[in-house]
């Protein structure tokens, strides 16, 4: 069942599903995982709530944001990002992560279509003075690499869960809506 103000257009999914972009070679590619990726944590996700931003001064108003229900302490895996792992390109799409790339393959994994709460996170710029989560990759248990949102510092309840989409991202964006930059 979908969380509270999940928009209808998009398909809520709990685990990550594959497109026919992917390859039977890239699958066992992702199962061997990446050699940096971390382990995968035992303690369970936390709990989160999608919440739309009403605040006029905060720059995704009118948006939506995910918040914690309850205080997340330090390092602590928050919420697994799920989407569609794919190969094609996504360039239009903003809720794409970089799951894994190689002289032969890039694949990601994007949420715009389907995904769960973790596609709401906001990048901590103009809100916040710095992220206080980031974007792990991990070995999932089945062995599989996939991507979470881990906290940095302690998160209290009520407070925006921020990451750093990098500067790249935001580089990306503004060069769509000026060529000259
Ligand atoms: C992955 S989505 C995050 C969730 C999004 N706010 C929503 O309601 O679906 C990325 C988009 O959120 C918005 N966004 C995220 N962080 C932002 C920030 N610091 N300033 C302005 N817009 C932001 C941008 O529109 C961006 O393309």
């Known amino acids: ?9 998009v398909h809520y999914i709990s685990a990550c599903s594959y497109h026919s972009s992917v390859s039977a070679r890239t699958r066992t ?5 990446s050699q940096t990726a971390a382990a995968s944590l035992s303690n369970k996700p936390c709990r989160v709530l999608i919440r739309r931003i009403s605040e006029s001064g905060h720059p995704a108003a009118g948006q939506f944001g995910l918040f914690a229900a309850k205080k997340i302490p330090a390092t602590r895996h928050i919420v697994d990002y799920v989407g ?36 709401f996170v906001n990048d901590y ?44 991202w935001w580089r990306a964006r503004k060069l769509e ?5």
Not at 29 to 33: E, F, I, M, P, W
Not at 97 to 114: K, P, Q, T, Y
Not at 177 to 181: A, M
Request: aromatic share 6%; glycine share 8%.
């Open 1 to 9: 069942m979908s969380p509270p103000n999940w928009p209808s257009n």
């Open 29 to 33: 590619l992702l199962a061997q995982g």
């Open 84 to 119: 569609e792992i794919h190969c094609d390109d996504r360039c239009e799409s903003d809720y794409d992560l970089s799951l894994f790339r190689n002289n032969e393959v890039s694949v990601g994994i994007d949420a715009s279509d389907m995904g769960n709460e973790a596609r």
């Open 125 to 168: 710029r103009g809100i916040s003075d710095k992220p206080n989560a980031v974007f792990v990759d991990f070995k999932a248990l089945s062995g599989e690499l996939r991507m979470r949102v881990d906290s940095v510092c302690e998160i209290k309840k009520g407070e925006e869960i921020l990451v750093s989409y990098g500067k790249a």
């Open 177 to 181: 809506v000026d060529p000259e930059l």
